[in-house]
């Protein structure tokens, strides 16, 4: 049997600094019943001093590594999905080798927007095939607040920084990764996109209220059909579902958990809906965290594993949809 690329540990970062809706009205016109019930959201978080992309991913990492029990230099490659590296030279991944002191590894970002994590984990699926004894980091990482335009109450509300990471090698056992498919369609770029392309380095700012936040901010803008968004998230993951269910010869009714991209819980309810999934199957953290991009899907499952909620030979779904547009699924035995 070719060998199947197992999680074997999971860590998340989450910036300490919380930004509530509250917070949010007195920054634009808005309120916290706006966004609650078009969004979910409740709260974010916006990363500071000593929170840069790759600082989180760093930290994820770590967490990740003590879990797998493996240490840094057993590390043999590095893949960050992100689109908020603090430089455009060297990769997020290249600053996470060095920071965690992974140097047996080769390391290189990529970017596929809030489906950054999936395609990752895509990647190091097809290195564990041919090379089943190589452990891979994985990792989603973004610091969106530093690219939000303050200003614009139909984006800024809605994303959050963070960084989930895991260890991925390989595994001849019945569990690990099943079945998976990405899709990208770049036809409708201009449905969601951030341009001009923000600046080389972005850092992240020290401050104490968001409005100085509007001070670092680098000119570079959030373009959102948020309808159309919408209705292709649903349809694109809610088909993909469909696709990898059939191709697999299982029911809805087999899946334990669902561990989305975490959008818009509105979102996350239709799609639910339109592959017949019960809604407690769905696990969510966009109440606390909003949207951070590629970071969304690890850091949920990070938290949904340290909360004992996966259980061995657990029947797991991922599901992203981001910019480009990209998005797939990723069918797991846990
Ligand atoms: N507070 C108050 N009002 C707001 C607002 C805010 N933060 N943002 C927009 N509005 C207003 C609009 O200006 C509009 O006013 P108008 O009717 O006077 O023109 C009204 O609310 C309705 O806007 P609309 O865009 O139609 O709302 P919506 O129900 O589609 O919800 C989103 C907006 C963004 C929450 C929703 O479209 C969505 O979640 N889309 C997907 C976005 C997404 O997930 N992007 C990332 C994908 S990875």
Redesign the pocket.
């Known amino acids: 049997m070719t060998a199947r690329s197992k999680i074997i540990g999971t860590g998340s970062y989450l910036p300490k600094r919380i930004l509530t809706n509250n917070e949010l009205e007195k920054i634009?016109?808005?309120?916290d019943e706006?966004?609650t019930t078009?969004?979910g959201i409740k709260t974010r978080r916006i990363a500071g001093s000593g929170e840069e992309t790759s600082e989180m991913a760093a930290e994820a990492a770590n967490k990740a590594l003590t879990m797998a029990g493996v240490t840094a230099q057993e590390i043999d490659m590095i893949i960050v999905g992100t689109i908020t590296a603090e430089m455009v030279m060297p990769s997020c991944a290249c600053l996470v080798q060095k920071e965690i002191g992974a140097e047996n590894a080769f390391a290189f970002d990529i970017s596929a927007a809030?489906s950054g994590f999936l395609y990752a984990l895509e990647i190091a699926d097809r290195y564990i095939k041919n090379a089943p004894d190589m452990k891979i980091l994985v990792i989603g990482a973004e610091t969106l607040s530093a690219r939000v335009d303050w200003q614009d109450?139909?984006t800024c509300?809605?994303f959050g920084d963070g960084a989930g990471a895991c260890v991925v090698t390989g595994s001849n056992d019945e569990d690990g990764l099943l079945s998976s498919q990405l899709y990208s369609d770049g036809r409708l770029w201009q449905l969601?996109s951030l341009d001009p392309a923000p600046r080389c380095y972005c850092p992240v700012v020290d401050y104490e209220t968001i409005p100085d936040r509007k001070s670092s901010y680098d000119g570079s803008t959030f373009n959102?059909a948020?309808?159309d968004?919408?209705k292709y998230?649903v349809r694109g993951m809610g088909d993909a579902v469909e696709i990898l269910l059939n191709k697999e010869g299982i029911t809805v009714d087999d899946i334990d958990l669902m561990i989305p991209?975490q959008?818009?819980i509105?979102?996350l309810k239709s799609l639910a809906e339109r592959v017949n999934l019960p809604f407690e199957k769905v696990y969510t953290t966009i109440q606390k965290y909003g949207?951070s991009s590629a970071a969304s899907l690890p850091i949920a499952l990070d938290e949904a594993n340290r909360e004992g909620r996966l259980q061995k030979d657990d029947l797991l779904l991922f599901s992203v949809?981001?910019g480009g547009f990209t998005w797939g699924v990723a069918l797991w035995r846990w």
């Open positions: 634009v016109e808005t309120s706006w966004i078009r969004t809030c109450r139909n509300i809605l969601l959102m948020g309808r968004v919408f998230a991209h959008a818009n509105r979102i949207n949809f981001g």
